[in-house]
């Protein structure tokens, strides 16, 4: 305790000195906090924007053919009897909907839109996609089997038609065909590339094929399947892929005309692009830790030169060498927490501004505000090992000076 308030009192008789050392830590903790909480957020951002796009989603699409060596459009291969199949047969998925992708404006009274997204999908849309509704309701399985002209709204497809008004028993009209709106889905925000996916609206498949598709078509464009769990994906792929080469009876080492991607797979890419990112980034921000190491070095070998002759006089009085290398360690590492703890909280409010100036210059972005707490911890951990490591050498040199030359330093 002694040896902390001597410590305490030295640091501040020579304060600008201290300010100075402690402005090498300063900065090397606020750069690790800072780099390594905004790499989180853009990590953290990834995962909502999948995470958006269903709970554990598989997606099913049509393969694409070759003619002449020349490789054609998609196959018109998938089926309402492949959704079924799986949805039956597959023990892993836990719900599947077909998409029907159709097009056109929206008319409520003398305003139009056009939504970027208009589907027609199956009754266990909502659960795939992780997607609730907001107001109203969802359509049922009566609904589908009548292809009856109902349809639900997305949050902006809505806020464009009806601005504040309630559109729930509305008739909108798509291509002069009158729609009754029955729901509306909660807000969703912009995708990762940006994309609204509030832009949409969707409606039972077999209006949408019948009403909007036409042309005869009687199958689906794409399939959505959620699996039971994200550990029991691989296997869902897996049971997808072996149950729809079955039905399309694909032969052996022949092209399976569907594809089966895996949204997951691609979130994880992405997750160890931007770890990686944050490493490095946490690692050159590290140097400028052992920079400020240093400068706390040459700092104290300064001050056990100015000093001499008040160690000489201390040790004169008793003081052993053990306690003035306790003293010069202590001052060494109270420099490193002092510099580690305003380091961490500058670091916060750095992540904090620069992702809030990511979110207002960059559009259809949302990063979260992420502070990285063991980051910060880590830092602080690691600048008061600086203040040990580049301490001791100082102290110790302190220790060995002979208390008669000591004294008679100038």
Same mark, same amino acid.
């Given at each position: 305790?002694?040896?902390?308030?001597?410590?305490?009192?030295?640091?501040?008789?020579?304060?600008?000195?201290?300010?100075?050392?402690?402005?090498?830590?300063?900065?090397?903790?606020?750069?690790?906090?800072?780099?390594?909480?905004?790499?989180?957020?853009?990590?953290?951002? &990834?995962?909502?924007?999948?995470?958006?796009?269903?709970?554990?989603?598989?997606?099913?699409?049509?393969?694409?053919?070759?003619?002449? #060596?020349?490789?054609?459009?998609?196959?018109?291969?998938?089926?309402?009897?492949?959704?079924?199949?799986?949805?039956?047969?597959?023990?892993?998925?836990?719900?599947?909907?077909?998409?029907?992708?159709?097009?056109?404006?929206? &008319?409520?009274?003398?305003?139009?839109?056009?939504?970027?997204?208009?589907?027609?999908?199956?009754?266990?849309?909502?659960?795939?996609?992780?997607?609730?509704?907001?107001?109203?309701?969802?359509?049922?399985?009566?609904?589908?089997?009548?292809?009856?002209?109902?349809? +639900?709204?997305?949050?902006?497809?809505?806020?464009?038609?009806?601005?504040?008004?309630?559109?729930?028993?509305?008739?909108?009209?798509?291509?002069?065909?009158?729609?009754?709106?029955?729901?509306?889905?909660?807000?969703?925000?912009?995708?990762?590339?940006?994309?609204?996916?509030?832009?949409?609206?969707?409606?039972?498949?077999?209006?949408?094929?019948?009403?909007?598709?036409?042309?005869?078509?009687?199958?689906?464009?794409? &399939?959505?399947?959620?699996?039971?769990?994200?550990?029991?994906?691989?296997?869902?792929?897996?049971?997808?892929?072996?149950?729809?080469?079955?039905?399309?009876?694909?032969?052996? #080492?022949?092209?399976?005309?569907?594809?089966?991607?895996?949204?997951?797979?691609?979130?994880?890419?992405?997750?160890? +692009?931007?770890?990686?990112?944050?490493?490095?980034?946490?690692?050159?921000?590290?140097?400028?830790?052992?920079?400020?190491?240093?400068?706390?070095?040459?700092?104290?070998?300064?001050?056990?030169?100015?000093?001499?002759?008040?160690?000489?006089?201390?040790?004169?009085?008793?003081?052993? #060498?053990?306690? &003035?290398?306790?003293?010069?360690?202590?001052?060494?590492?109270?420099?490193?927490?002092?510099?580690?703890?305003?380091?961490?909280?500058?670091?916060?409010?750095?992540?904090?501004?620069?992702?809030?100036?990511?979110?207002?210059?960059?559009?259809?972005?949302?990063?979260?505000?992420? +502070?990285?707490?063991?980051?910060?911890?880590?830092?602080?951990?690691?600048?008061?090992?600086?203040?040990?490591?580049?301490?001791?050498?100082?102290?110790?040199?302190?220790?060995?000076?002979?208390?008669?030359?000591?004294?008679?330093?100038?």
């Amino acid at each position: 305790m002694v040896t902390l308030q001597i410590a305490c009192r030295s640091l501040v008789k020579n304060r600008l000195r201290a300010i100075l050392t402690v402005l090498g830590v300063v900065i090397g903790i606020a750069a690790v906090t800072t780099l390594v909480s905004v790499g989180q957020s853009a990590a953290e951002m &990834i995962r909502g924007q999948f995470s958006a796009i269903g709970t554990n989603v598989i997606v099913v699409i049509p393969g694409t053919g070759d003619r002449g #060596g020349v490789r054609q459009g998609p196959l018109p291969s998938l089926s309402q009897g492949d959704v079924d199949a799986i949805a039956s047969q597959c023990p892993t998925v836990l719900a599947t909907t077909p998409l029907v992708a159709a097009a056109g404006q929206v &008319i409520h009274g003398s305003t139009n839109w056009s939504p970027k997204q208009m589907f027609g999908v199956g009754v266990d849309y909502p659960t795939v996609r992780s997607w609730r509704v907001r107001r109203g309701g969802f359509f049922s399985d009566r609904d589908v089997q009548g292809a009856e002209k109902v349809c +639900v709204l997305g949050h902006t497809v809505a806020a464009r038609l009806f601005q504040t008004a309630n559109p729930l028993g509305s008739i909108v009209r798509i291509r002069n065909i009158p729609f009754r709106v029955i729901g509306v889905l909660e807000k969703k925000g912009a995708n990762i590339v940006g994309d609204d996916q509030d832009d949409i609206l969707v409606m039972p498949y077999s209006t949408a094929r019948k009403r909007l598709v036409g042309n005869g078509f009687k199958g689906v464009h794409a &399939i959505l399947v959620s699996a039971r769990s994200v550990e029991r994906m691989a296997e869902s792929e897996r049971e997808i892929r072996h149950l729809l080469a079955d039905r399309h009876k694909i032969a052996a #080492g022949q092209r399976n005309d569907f594809q089966v991607q895996n949204t997951t797979e691609i979130a994880k890419a992405l997750g160890v +692009v931007t770890g990686v990112m944050t490493a490095m980034l946490a690692s050159i921000a590290g140097i400028s830790l052992l920079v400020g190491g240093v400068g706390i070095m040459n700092i104290m070998l300064v001050s056990v030169t100015e000093r001499t002759k008040e160690i000489g006089l201390r040790m004169a009085l008793g003081a052993t #060498g053990a306690d &003035i290398l306790r003293q010069f360690l202590v001052e060494s590492i109270l420099l490193s927490a002092i510099g580690g703890v305003i380091g961490f909280a500058l670091g916060v409010a750095g992540a904090a501004g620069l992702t809030l100036l990511i979110n207002a210059y960059s559009s259809g972005t949302d990063w979260p505000i992420v +502070v990285s707490v063991p980051a910060g911890l880590a830092a602080i951990g690691f600048a008061a090992l600086v203040g040990i490591f580049f301490g001791y050498y100082p102290a110790r040199r302190a220790s060995r000076l002979d208390p008669i030359e000591a004294l008679r330093y100038e």
